[in-house]
């Protein structure tokens, strides 16, 4: 943060109306500036407040990420929560239902007013993937809602879905080029090495192949499993049309290690451990949205809903 941050008028936020933002907004505002977005999974008030904080704190964009195991733990009442959340927040924050394979989770979302989807056929064979991934498109946009596809499968494990190594298949920037052609999907994450999970050996990503895909396709590319990247990859990634990396185990990692030695503890108090793991997690937050370089970039953004909010604010008044 920068000295000039102190010296902003006093309704400078006022005048910005951050709040609840449009992923497709924040993807494409990074790409042409040359920074990507974090999204980091939540699954509870705490995950929540690190990432506002961590957000908040450094003037950065960031996306709100629901699993659909964490959809089917706190249902309407977590979105509803992360919704509130982002629409109070004082930079942009978008929500976003990630890895859905589930057309029944994706009403959910859409009912409960999420604007950004990821309909994941990618279990799926491509000419599945490609159906079901078109439908559900065609259901998102109906209801105001932005997509994001995979074409690949990504190895590793994340909240209990585990992929084979040997089944990963890294994108085809041919098969990307007529995926998206055929789907109009607005996002796509691309498999070029990268895991879910954590890195048991050295990461190596196909830069090339990455390089190929941006110049096939226009849509903001997204690359899952950036927790263990090192620095140099994150930012070649960057440099060749990544807007968006996810970001999970790391977190989880930062909330359990708290509650692990809270243990050891002969008395803790509740709401302490509570505090404890935001303070953990959202220092890993902190961490991420400095590496892919959204520091300092909130200004940057402008929430397509702003008219709609501010008319909201009004009339409640």
């Known amino acids: 943060m920068t000295n000039d941050f102190f010296h902003l008028p006093s309704n400078f936020f006022l005048s910005q109306v951050f709040m609840l933002a449009s992923t497709s907004e924040l993807l494409n505002t990074a790409r042409r500036n040359a920074y990507a977005i974090g999204a980091f999974n939540v699954y509870n008030l705490e995950g929540v407040k690190a990432v506002i904080d961590a957000a908040e704190a450094l003037q950065s964009p960031a996306m709100l990420q629901l699993h659909p195991s964490a959809l089917k733990y706190g249902k309407s009442p977590l979105v509803a929560l992360c919704m509130e959340a982002a ?175 809270s243990n050891s503890l002969s008395d803790p108090d509740l709401l302490e451990v509570m505090q404890k793991a935001i303070d953990a997690m959202r220092s890993v937050i902190s961490g991420k949205l400095q590496l892919f370089g959204s520091a300092g970039k909130a200004y940057l953004h402008q929430s397509p809903y702003a008219d709609e909010l501010t008319a909201n604010s009004v009339s409640n008044k």
Do not use: C, W
């Open 87 to 261: 629409r109070k927040s004082l930079v942009p924050i978008a929500v976003h239902l990630d890895h859905s394979t589930s057309e029944k989770d994706i009403h959910l979302a859409l009912a409960a007013g999420i604007k950004s989807i990821m309909a994941d056929g990618s279990p799926l064979s491509y000419e599945q993937n490609l159906i079901f991934t078109r439908k559900m498109t065609e259901l998102s946009h109906a209801n105001g809602a932005v997509v994001e596809a995979e074409i690949g499968r990504i190895s590793g494990t994340e909240d209990g879905l585990t992929i084979e190594e040997k089944a990963a298949k890294m994108t085809d920037p041919v098969e990307a080029v007529e995926f998206i052609q055929a789907t109009k999907v607005d996002f796509l994450a691309v498999t070029i090495g990268n895991v879910h999970g954590k890195y048991f050996s050295e990461p190596k990503l196909d830069f090339p192949r990455l390089a190929k895909i941006r110049a096939s396709v226009s849509v903001p590319l997204v690359l899952h499993g950036a927790s263990g990247l090192p620095e140099s990859m994150i930012n070649q990634s960057i440099k060749l049309g990544v807007s968006k990396f996810n970001v999970n185990t790391e977190v989880r990692d930062a909330y359990m290690e708290v509650l692990k030695t």
